[in-house]
């Protein structure tokens, strides 16, 4: 059963840009599909990009589309997601997930979960 690990939260001015970092210690990410998901204080959870396996094809929800950018880095055996011109509304818990890549990307077609990166955009 694959173990995922996020980080590379923390606190940014709006505007600022920071880069999460998806792991799964003991196993090849480059065999999965990795979901990104996030979840703001009374709020439900929002997939917001993924990229696919072999194929790496990526997606983005339109909240994120532009200033969001995921990537693959199969020699560091890494998925990441850069952030780019952050909003207050950015805010949330963020989550990297496995096994699937496809438009809406929705939290049930997801079965391997990490448990979260804190982002924090001031304003």
């Known amino acids: 059963q694959v173990q995922l690990v996020e980080f590379g939260g923390g606190l940014v001015q709006s505007g600022g840009s920071l880069r999460l970092s998806c792991a799964a210690p003991?196993?090849?990410?480059?065999?999965?599909?990795i979901g990104w998901f996030r979840q703001a204080p009374g709020k439900e959870r929002e997939g917001i990009s993924c990229i696919g396996s072999t194929e790496g094809s990526t997606h983005y929800t339109d909240s994120v589309k532009g200033r969001f950018t995921v990537a693959r880095d199969n020699a560091e055996n890494m998925v990441y997601l850069q952030m780019n011109n952050l909003k207050p509304e950015d805010t949330a818990v963020y989550f990297c997930?496995?096994?699937?890549?496809?438009?809406?990307?929705?939290?049930?077609?997801?079965?391997?979960w990490g448990r979260g990166t804190q982002v924090t955009v001031s304003s």
């Open positions: 003991g196993f090849r990410m480059a065999d999965y599909a």
């Open positions: 997930a496995a096994d699937w890549c496809t438009i809406p990307i929705n939290e049930h077609d997801y079965d391997f």
